[in-house]
């Protein structure tokens, strides 16, 4: 089974900068797909990014496209999320999780993430 544990959240204002990392262990590291998901309080789970097996497809949602640059090292096993410019709206625990390895849904859908970490805040502040 594989385990997925995000680090790198806090607190940055308005504008600034935090990069969001994701550890893979438990076996080995072979997801094809990897994806970052966020949810803020009452609110469904959104979309953020996500990356293929070899880093060269990348993936964002309208609203951090510009702004976050997704990444992946598969012989550290690691995932991270580059987020610049952050706004209030950036504001929710991010996710890191990884993808089932079928085409049934799209990578922007939670339905194709069969593992997923258990979250890192963002806080942006004005």
């Known amino acids: 089974q594989v385990s997925l544990e995000e680090s790198g959240g806090g607190l940055v204002q308005v504008g600034g900068s935090l990069t969001l990392s994701c550890a893979a262990s438990?076996?080995?590291?072979?997801?094809?797909?990897m994806g970052w998901f966020r949810q803020a309080p009452g609110k469904e789970r959104e979309f953020v990014s996500a990356i293929g097996w070899s880093g060269s497809s990348t993936y964002y949602g309208d609203s951090v496209k510009g702004r976050f640059t997704i990444s992946r090292d598969n012989a550290k096993n690691t995932v991270s999320l580059q987020m610049n410019s952050l706004k209030p709206d950036d504001s929710a625990v991010y996710y890191c999780a990884a993808g089932g390895g079928s085409f049934t849904y799209t990578v922007r859908d939670p339905l194709a993430y069969e593992h997923w970490g258990h979250g890192t805040r963002v806080t942006v502040s004005s």
């Open positions: 438990g076996r080995t590291f072979c997801s094809a797909l």
